[in-house]
């Protein structure tokens, strides 16, 4: 009994540092687990974590068409030398215009196939051999983007389609700094390399700009978050409130009518009958007379109407008639005795301005020119 009561409270207090261990678990801040540290990378896939190879072998094959022939056969031997590395067959079917990639007993990674896959994807896909290449490290990834069938108009799909690239290819280079990722646009499809991070970013740019919005709204955005990035503080906070809002301008309004109709509230009954002629006459009494009353009855509601027809126009014949109001006459103001002109005053002034002027004549040499004028018109009779 002794043994059994000493023994009794031990695992109790395991269990309750257990629970206590489980709970500052949870407690921890989600951000520390969701972040990876700076500097840490994933060690490489090597033969000694799978010594003894793969079990069956897999193989791939993709098509390419005509203008890469001639491409493909140069840069061949370059492709073969770069998968036997990893211990993996390629073949290349100028017959049929196919390549093919298969496994061998020597391949120890398994996903080797897959990025070998891609390899000849990318090439088919007008990617140079320099970039494809890269495809076969472990931190590099590729995404094919379809855009052919999202603009149903071939000019509309073209439009769009050159506004992803931009003038002088601006708009995709710029793409390129902000994603480190490759990208290449050729006919239906945007053939992109680079880290998972930046391929999610350049295949929303993408489809954005197939759906007729701009990609310099996201290059904007991604500029954004880049500096928002570096800031150690703001990674476990939200970035809505520095990201930019961009609302459509053109929105087609739908034009509402002139007239609008009121729906009347839905009733189950069904409307009242309208009255018929014998109805209105049986409530108004007109059932009963006689014809030559009804007839006497018309003839005054003809005469009432005509009366009234008759004045109306009277009183527009008169309007003609009738004088218009006279505007009441306005009295001369008075002078005030403060503002009298003195004339004599200004007579006075011109005399003396007239004599000071340049070139004016004095009353001397005016009667002189005026008597010569009268022996001019004197001679001339």
């Not at 049986?282 to 059932?287: F, I, P, W």
């Not at 006689?290 to 009234?308: G, L, N």
């Not at 109306?312 to 014949?317: A, D, V």
Request: net charge positive; with cysteine; charged share 35%.
């Amino acid at each position: 009994m002794a043994t059994s009561q000493a023994n009794g409270p031990a695992p109790a207090a395991g269990k309750s540092e257990f629970r206590n261990q489980k709970q500052k678990q949870e407690n921890r801040d989600e951000s520390e687990l969701l972040t990876v540290p700076d500097g840490w990378k994933e060690p490489a896939f090597s033969k000694e974590d799978n010594p003894r190879g793969l079990l069956e072998e897999s193989s791939f094959a993709t098509l390419f068409p005509k203008y890469r022939e001639a491409y493909l056969k140069e840069c061949w031997p370059l492709v073969q030398k770069a998968l036997n590395e990893h211990h993996v067959n390629a073949t290349l079917d100028l017959i049929e215009g196919s390549m093919t990639v298969c496994t061998t007993k020597k391949t120890f990674d398994p996903y080797i196939i897959i990025r070998a896959r891609d390899l000849i994807k990318l090439l088919a896909r007008s990617v140079s051999f320099e970039q494809a290449v890269r495809i076969l490290q472990d931190d590099i990834a590729c995404d094919i983007i379809k855009i052919g069938s999202l603009v149903r108009n071939k000019e509309r799909f073209v439009k769009r389609r050159q506004r992803l690239i931009g003038p002088k290819g601006s708009t995709l280079k710029a793409l390129e700094l902000l994603t480190n990722c490759y990208i290449m646009v050729q006919g239906n499809t945007v053939s992109a390399i680079g880290p998972f991070s930046g391929l999610k970013e350049v295949r929303k740019v993408v489809l954005d700009t197939m759906k007729n919005i701009h990609p310099i709204y996201n290059i904007k955005t991604l500029m954004i978050k880049r500096e928002l990035a570096k800031d150690s503080e703001l990674r476990s906070q939200s970035w809505e409130r520095f990201l930019p809002q961009f609302k459509h301008k053109n929105v087609n309004k739908r034009k509402e009518p002139k007239k609008k109709t009121v729906k009347k509230e839905y009733t189950p009954f069904p409307p009242p009958q309208p009255e018929s002629q014998i109805d209105k006459e049986l409530a108004s009494g007109e059932y009963f007379l006689k014809a030559s009353q009804k007839k006497r009855q018309k003839m005054e509601a003809i005469k009432a109407k005509q009366a009234e027809a008759l004045s109306k126009r009277q009183e527009e014949r008169n309007k003609a008639f009738i004088p218009p109001k006279e505007k009441p006459v306005l009295k001369p103001k008075e002078a005030s005795t403060e503002t009298k002109i003195d004339v004599a005053a200004i007579k006075e002034k011109v005399k003396k301005a007239k004599n000071k002027k340049l070139g004016a004549l004095t009353a001397e040499e005016v009667k002189l020119k005026m008597e010569v004028d009268e022996k001019k018109k004197k001679k001339k009779k």
